[in-house]
């Protein structure tokens, strides 16, 4: 049992996911993916009709990255199937259930069944890699929602977590005029050593006007209506956070702002990247259950 992993449900990257882990000589049980056509032609990719038969010969369950989409369901877009989260913890008692983004409550859940959860996104080395796609994909984004080249463009970046100096490392090599901003005093000294422009969240207003781009990567509200009203009408506006964001929503169609939420982004940009660097984190994950 090793050598054998189950796979349920989960979107391009974790079928990029399978067809790795069987090249790399592991068989791979699988449910929840009837729609993924080539893992049909790979011989130890094993397609299950129940759960049950999935993860019996297995001690590591990898689920989707995120794990749900409805706080009901199992996501599974490469299944007509719906596999509801009950339904799938019920199968999986006294093993190991690697996915991503998991809602808070389901560790208890998870913990009265004897089912250990890792939260893929929660890995440091996937976070950091994955920076690398969501950067490229907002820049894309950039580039194909404006009328003007980076080169030269005013663009502002809230926040200079992990995204945030990926993001500004990226536009500046594109000669683009980057700002940053931030709170905290250790993340202000560090955009002035990374000699990039910088203000100040908390002195935002009159001075967003001067933007062609604002890109967000903090996860709650900064753009709120008061500092919306200043915003450029040309300006695009670029929400990479994660839900609720940091950008009114309802604000920006009332004022009809240009304005693009982009949620999971290495996902959509870069599923095979992405594979192989959840591919990586799980090899990770699998060596340090065996060190235990």
Known sequence: ???????????????????????EGKTVY??????????????????????????????????PVPFTTNAKDVNTPFSDNQITIQELLSNIN???????????????IASSQNIELIDLMKREELAVLNTIATAEGAIELAISNT?????????????FGRVGKVLA??????EAN???????DEDLAWIKAYGYNLTNINTLGENLSKYDIIMNTVPHMILDEKRLQY????????????????????IVKEKNLKFVWAL?????????TSAEFIKDTVNNILKDISNI
């Open 147 to 159: 009328n003007k080249i980076l080169h030269g463009s005013e663009v502002l970046i809230l926040g």
């Open 1 to 23: 049992m090793e050598n054998n992993l189950a796979v349920i449900g989960g979107d391009l990257r974790i079928v990029k996911l399978v067809e790795m882990l069987a090249n």
């Open 178 to 184: 980057v700002t940053c901003a931030a709170r905290k």
């Open 231 to 250: 915003v450029n009408k040309e300006c695009l506006l670029i929400d990479l956070a994660s839900n609720p964001g940091g950008i009114d929503k309802k």
């Open 94 to 108: 006294s093993k190991t259930l690697i996915a991503g983004a998991f809602a808070e409550n389901l560790y208890e």
């Open 30 to 63: 699988v449910t929840g993916l009837e729609k993924a056509e080539n893992l049909k032609n790979i011989d130890n990719v094993i397609f299950c009709e129940t759960i049950s038969k999935t993860v019996e010969n297995s001690k590591i369950v990898i689920g």
């Open 264 to 272: 999971a982004l290495p996902g959509k940009v870069a599923p095979i």
């Open 169 to 174: 490392r990226k536009l500046s090599g594109m």
